[in-house]
């Protein structure tokens, strides 16, 4: 790299610099987020734990209700609640997949009894962030009410972030989000005959 | 729901437990896998942080490499690894943003001095998952080269999980990858004026 060339870098770096400050200083607002976690690529719960870690790294409170997974499962994000007894409240009350259970009002009576849990936790401002694992296939196949959601959700804590994964987003649910990922799948092991795996889908 | 609307369920994911059982016993091996996460939304290296957490819960040691962010930006992630000193190993070696250092040979110094610490982690076959936080933003501007990578990638012990973040990935490590997901932005709270807060976005 010549003088030239580092200088001209310089001075671009330096007019995207103002460009920066100039936008973040556009931004001033602090409030709890309601974060979706979307699409049909991996990373959508995973994401949200990873939230998590970042929140108790702060000692800040966390909670996980899991609406599909169920307590026979084990994983090792569940076991991290061992690792945080006075910060990390996690709560597997799924019943397994739709073709496990084999039972619709089974399945719906789970997400019932989830969303019971997960109500509480959306009353309590000592938590910090919530995650409401999956509970867009509870939502998706009706499991529970749109607007029962929606309530509870406008009822939290003005700083309470809440983070909602699970494929197939509604589009309420949309609209009422502050952020929305969607993960797309580019490329996946499973193709190449790799099965999952402890420490990447568990 | 009347009787024979729940038996139709019933059969209906009868049938989906079958598919899903022969779908399941196609995939037999286990591997080390090379996971990208790629795109300009949200989640990219909060999902790798979520690896980490999950693997942490096994017990199992993970390290993470940040090319790009400096040691005086403070966050929660990084803040975990006091809590685990036995299991998590964290490097901060960036310089900043390309518009903050405005130093261009500062950066790819940088970059490379992160590297062989990265490179060491991936001959430890005790380290169970490695994060190379950002190196796809070192590797689109030839900070690094890809022939550099790939050769560290491949000659790591067979059972290590690696996790690459950052946006544009390049399609030389997408072919090498075993995962690809590209996390897309469908909604973004900076848009109606929030800032990065803690415990969202650092």
């Excluded at 997400?111 to 401002?125: F, G, H, I, M, N």
Aim: some cysteine; proline content about 1%.
């Amino acid at each position: 790299m010549t003088d030239y060339d580092a200088e001209l870098h310089k001075k671009k770096m330096q007019k995207r610099k103002e460009l920066q400050t100039e936008l973040v200083s556009s931004k001033t607002e602090t409030k709890g987020l309601v974060m979706v976690h979307t699409g049909s690529g991996k990373g959508k719960s995973t994401a949200a734990f990873g939230l998590v870690f970042r929140n108790l790294g702060y000692g800040r409170k966390c909670a996980v209700v899991q609406f599909i997974k169920a307590p026979e499962w084990q994983t090792g994000e569940r076991k991290m609640a061992d690792h945080f007894p006075d910060l990390l409240e996690w709560h597997t009350l799924g019943e397994g997949f739709t073709w496990d259970t084999q039972d619709k009002q089974k399945d719906i009576a789970s997400c019932a009894k989830a969303w019971d849990v997960a109500l509480k936790l959306l009353q309590d401002e000592s938590i910090a962030l919530v995650v409401l694992d999956e509970l867009n296939i509870a939502l998706r196949y009706d499991y529970i009410a749109m607007e029962t959601v929606l309530d509870g959700l406008r009822n939290r804590p003005a700083m309470q972030h809440v983070v909602i994964t699970g494929r197939n987003a509604k589009k309420e649910l949309i609209d009422a989000a502050d952020l929305v990922t969607e993960m797309n799948l580019i490329k996946h092991h499973f193709e190449a005959g790799v099965k999952a795996q402890k420490g990447v889908e568990f």
